[in-house]
């Protein structure tokens, strides 16, 4: 796990704490960093920087060093760390937020196939109203040219039909349109 080092020569973003707030909409202010949401976390293991670094990191204003990391990338949104705050402070929404943070500043993270997957989820959610799996896992082989990879799996889930060939009809256009629009 890694260290919140902070060298006189990085670069810290005065602003980046408050526009992380606002686009989260929550106040991580309240935050004592007692560990519980890191302690809680079943991902931890496989970040970079645990829940409650990646937290001070955006207090502190280090932007660069948030948005390149792999643990915006590896949170679950399973809301362990939330529902164990004694706080209330909803790490999960501030990942989603850090993630498109990073997204729309074409920021490079170590992870390569997990901003993949979220774009092209996303996206799927955007043309369809709902997750087109098949869609979405097509797209997704394209564009990290793993291929056959999961291919057993794959071909499994579509003969036992848990996969549907068709895109699901959209429903509630103007409502999803006003979503992707305010993001």
Known sequence: MGQID?????ARDATFSARVKESSGIN???CYQCLTCTLGCP??????FSPNQVLRMV???LK???LRSSAIWFCASCKAC????????DIPRMMDALRQMALEAGVESKE???????RTFL??????????ELGTLLKLKLKTKDFFGDLVLGLKMLWKGKMPLLPPKKKGGDKLRDIFEKR
């Open 6 to 10: 902070c060298l006189e020569t990085e």
């Open 28 to 30: 991580f202010d309240r």
């Open 43 to 48: 991902f931890c293991f496989a970040m970079d």
């Open 59 to 61: 207090q502190l204003g």
């Open 64 to 66: 660069d060093r948030v």
């Open 82 to 89: 939330y529902t164990r705050c004694p706080h209330d402070v």
């Open 112 to 118: 390569t196939s997990i901003p993949q997957l979220h």
């Open 123 to 132: 996206h799927s959610i955007e043309q369809w109203g709902r997750q087109y």
